[in-house]
C-alpha cells in the first residue's frame, strides 16, 4: 500500500503462506469428510445421515493426500527450530461451540524470528526481489508448488462438488472466513510459476506471535511532504502485561475488532464469543491506567464477511442477545456495534478522549489507505496542540 518493494522482497515467503493456507483449506474438508464416514459406519441419525460420499469424491480424496505431507514441509520451512508455536484446539461440547469446533489448530510463527529472510535463503540465494524475471528455480523437485501443481485438477473437483458445499454448509464450515481463502483461485495460485500479487499479499493469513515492528512512509497530498510512520504488531497477545508498559507514550494505538466473527468461539477457550473477547479487550484497554493519555483508534474489521453473514441469515440477535429484533443488515448492525464500544471507552477511561472509529476491510487497500491518510492528520494536530502551535 505504501510500501510495495517490501511486497516485492518478499513474495518467496507469501507464496509459502499462500500454500499453506490452500492446503489447510483442503485439511478441513478431509477432516469433514473423515467425519462423515465415521457417522455413516456408527449408523447415527445425525446431520450427515442424508450426504453420501461418492466413491469418485472418496478416489480424490485419496488422490490428494500428498498434501498432508506439503503442509508439513511448509509448516517446517515457515517455521524454523525452535521459533514455531501452535495454537491450543482441543474444544469442548460447549452450547454454540459447534460452529467454530470443526477448525484446525492455526499455525503461529513467532515474530522475533526472521521467518521470511530464513525461508527466502531457503528457495533462493540470487535475488533480491521476485519482480525481477527469474525469481526462483520453479522446477526444483523440492518445492511444494510442484505438488501443489499436480494435484491442482483434483482439487478444484473435490472444492467445487456439489455434495462438499453441501457437506460443508451442514457442518458450519465456512471457508471464506478460514485463514487466507484462496479456493476461489485455485487455477491461479497453484500455477506453475505463481508468484503473489500484492492482493494475494494482503488476503494471506499467517498468525505471529511476539512483537514486530514496521516502517513507512505517508506522503500528504497538498504539501508532499513525506513522514516515517512506525507501527508496531503485538501479535494477538491477549495479555496488556506483557506490552502496555511500552506503549504508554505511543500517539495511538488502532485496535482490530473483527465484527464478522460474532457467531464464533476462541480457539483457545470455546465458552468464549470472539466478539465477546474482543469486547472485553476493548474495555480492559480503555480503562488501563497507562494507556490514558494514548489515543484509541477502533477499526470494526472484516465488514465485507458481515454483509454476507448477515444476509446468508444468520442473525446478530442469536448470538448478542441485547440486539433484540433490529434489522439485520450491515447498516444496522455495525451502527450498535459501534454505540457500544463507544460507550465503554466513555464509561471506562481514565481521562476523556475521543470515541475514534472506522467500518474497515483492511484488504481494501484504498479504503484503508484512506483512513490512515486521516489517521496521520488526527495525530499531527494533536501534536501541533500539544506544542500550542494550535488552539
Excluded at 492446503?23 to 442424508?50: E, G, P, W
Excluded at 457437506?167 to 472466513?177: A, F, G, I, P, T
Excluded at 506522503?219 to 508532499?224: A, H, I, N, R
Aim: charged share 25%.
Amino acid at each position: 500500500m505504501y510500501q510495495p518493494k517490501a511486497f516485492g522482497k518478499e513474495r518467496a515467503s507469501w507464496r509459502a503462506v499462500i500454500h499453506l493456507n490452500v492446503v489447510q483449506s483442503f485439511h478441513l474438508m478431509f477432516d469433514a469428510m473423515n467425519r462423515v464416514q465415521k457417522s455413516a459406519q456408527a449408523s447415527r441419525d445425525n446431520l450427515h445421515d442424508s450426504l453420501q460420499l461418492t466413491p469418485d469424491l472418496l478416489k480424490l480424496k485419496l488422490r490428494l493426500t500428498p498434501l498432508l505431507q506439503v503442509r508439513e514441509t511448509l509448516i517446517r520451512r515457515l517455521s524454523p527450530v525452535g521459533s514455531g508455536e501452535t495454537e491450543a484446539t482441543q474444544l469442548t461440547n460447549a452450547s454454540y461451540a459447534e460452529r467454530s469446533k470443526n477448525y484446525l489448530k492455526e499455525i503461529a510463527v513467532n515474530s522475533a524470528a526472521q521467518w521470511k529472510d530464513t525461508f527466502n535463503r531457503l528457495v533462493s540465494n540470487d535475488r533480491e526481489s521476485f519482480d525481477s524475471d527469474e525469481p526462483i528455480d520453479f522446477d526444483d523437485p523440492n518445492d511444494p508448488g510442484v505438488v501443489l501443481h499436480a494435484c491442482s485438477e483434483d482439487m478444484i473437483k473435490l472444492w467445487n462438488d456439489p455434495v462438499i458445499q453441501q457437506l460443508l454448509d451442514k457442518q458450519n464450515l465456512r471457508m471464506e472466513e478460514v485463514a487466507g481463502f484462496f479456493l476461489d483461485s485455485l487455477e491461479r495460485v497453484t500455477g506453475p510459476r505463481y508468484i503473489p500479487t500484492d492482493d494475494d499479499i494482503l488476503r494471506a493469513r499467517l498468525k505471529t506471535l511476539g512483537v514486530s515492528e514496521h516502517r513507512f512512509n505517508i506522503s500528504s497530498g497538498s504539501t508532499g511532504i513525506s513522514r516515517d510512520w512506525r507501527i508496531f504488531d503485538v501479535g494477538g497477545h491477549r495479555s496488556q502485561a506483557f506490552w502496555a508498559p511500552y506503549f504508554d507514550d505511543m500517539d495511538a494505538i488502532i485496535f482490530l475488532a473483527p465484527i464478522s466473527c460474532f457467531d464464533q468461539v476462541l480457539a483457545e477457550d470455546p465458552k468464549v464469543n470472539r466478539l465477546e473477547d474482543s469486547v472485553m479487550l476493548w474495555t480492559n484497554i480503555c480503562s488501563n491506567q497507562l494507556l490514558k493519555n494514548t489515543n484509541l483508534i477502533l477499526f470494526l474489521n472484516k465488514s465485507d464477511i458481515l454483509r454476507a453473514k448477515l444476509a446468508s441469515g444468520i442473525k446478530l440477535s442469536d448470538y448478542v442477545v441485547s440486539y433484540g429484533d433490529r434489522p439485520n443488515d450491515l447498516d444496522n448492525t455495525s451502527a450498535y456495534l459501534q454505540r457500544k464500544f463507544a460507550g465503554i471507552l466513555k464509561q471506562h477511561s481514565p481521562t476523556p478522549r475521543v470515541f475514534y472509529c472506522h467500518l474497515t476491510t483492511v484488504t481494501d487497500t484504498k479504503s484503508t489507505k484512506y483512513i490512515l491518510s486521516n489517521l496521520k492528520d488526527m495525530i499531527m494536530r494533536q501534536n501541533l496542540a500539544i506544542t500550542n502551535l494550535i488552539v
